[in-house]
């Protein structure tokens, strides 16, 4: 189950970006699939929780795949795909290691590891992908709060994922897995 909602999870930010609207916050814009993107570092770390981080790398190699090709069926640019790419690789590798090495309980590695990976992934993807750089969707003056935006929102589903874990019995304090 961990596995499948970690893969439908990253399916589903896809085609929530690609089928919604984005929500609008004052200057804050962000894509409905980033609540989902912020899901994804949650359901990576009840993986790699129960299946260790050798066989967490084996399911983020098969989760970029998926990712990918479900962004180039729904008509992303090729720039769009490789920033997206990119972004997912740096993120997860990132949330992976960081989860490993923490030595304190699963909850506070969920959180700690969640918005690292969050942040990466939000850089990564607005300065590659929708700058200038990649496909040229946004200004310059324009991705700092792009990454904002979508760093505030990935970083509330961490938190709000993190608290819900610490309620539910048996992840409290789960012993670290490599």
Not at 140 to 165: D, F, N, R, Y
Request: hydrophobic fraction near 60%; charged fraction near 10%; glycine fraction near 8%.
């Amino acid at each position: 189950m961990r596995i499948f909602l970690y893969l439908i999870s990253i399916v589903i930010a896809n085609v929530a970006t690609a089928a919604l609207m984005p929500l609008e916050f004052g200057i804050f814009i962000i894509p409905v699939g980033t609540l989902f993107a912020g899901a994804t570092f949650i359901f990576r770390d009840l993986v790699q929780n129960k299946y260790g981080r050798k066989k967490t790398y084996m399911f983020i190699v098969i989760a970029l795949v998926l990712s990918a090709t479900v962004s180039f069926i729904l008509g992303d640019t090729l720039a769009i795909v490789a920033a997206s790419a990119l972004a997912f690789i740096i993120a997860e590798s990132a949330d992976t290691e960081i989860y490993t090495r923490l030595k304190v309980s699963f909850v506070w590695r969920v959180f700690y590891s969640g918005i690292v990976g969050g942040i990466l992934d939000s850089a990564v993807f607005v300065i590659v992908g929708m700058s200038s750089i990649g496909a040229g969707f946004i200004p310059w003056e324009a991705v700092p709060v792009a990454i904002l935006s979508q760093v505030i929102a990935k970083s509330a589903v961490q938190t709000v994922g993190a608290l819900i874990l610490g309620q539910m019995r048996g992840f409290r304090a789960v012993p670290v897995q490599s």
